[in-house]
């Protein structure tokens, strides 16, 4: 489900790509600088002047994008977050006892999973991988109970 508003670019990432194309601006024109003089006392001003403020533009060019993606990334999940809660139903009453999620006595296990559940756990009902639970592996403290259908070691 998309939403009829458009995404925008946080004006941290605008400063960040000014910052870092600024920076590689200044270290061309200081290599170039540098690279024309023979002497070292003449290549310092461009190296003061141009190649290390390029250097601190592009350092802080990086900085800015990071931190601009982590912040519309962050911004991304709030707005998904209020997409699911906007989407769900109002709770209906809840009984007093809630029901089983699942309440199987056949247990099933994912190869390559550290967990078992009961066959009717949602997370391995109708999953064509599922298999039953080696003993050995429950045996050995492998694998652990599934903490949504709960099952139980006489279940095993």
Do not use: N
């Amino acid at each position: 489900m998309r939403t009829g508003r458009l995404r925008t670019v946080h004006p941290v990432l605008w400063a960040g790509w000014a910052a870092l194309a600024a920076g590689a601006v200044l270290c061309a024109v200081g290599w170039y600088g540098v690279s024309g003089e023979r002497f070292a006392e003449r290549q310092l001003p461009y190296l003061a002047s141009c190649t290390i403020p390029g250097a601190a533009l592009i350092v802080a060019g990086a900085v800015l994008l990071t931190h601009g993606r982590a912040y519309a990334a962050t911004a991304r999940v709030e707005e998904l977050y209020e997409l699911l809660v906007a989407a769900e139903p109002a709770p209906a009453q809840e009984s007093a006892t809630a029901a089983p999620v699942a309440v199987s006595g056949e247990s099933r296990m994912v190869p390559g999973g550290t967990l078992w559940h009961r066959a009717d756990c949602p997370l391995v009902a109708g999953k064509t991988s599922a298999v039953p639970v080696d003993g050995k592996l429950l045996a050995s403290g492998d694998l652990a109970p599934c903490p949504i259908c709960e099952p139980d070691a006489a279940d095993a």
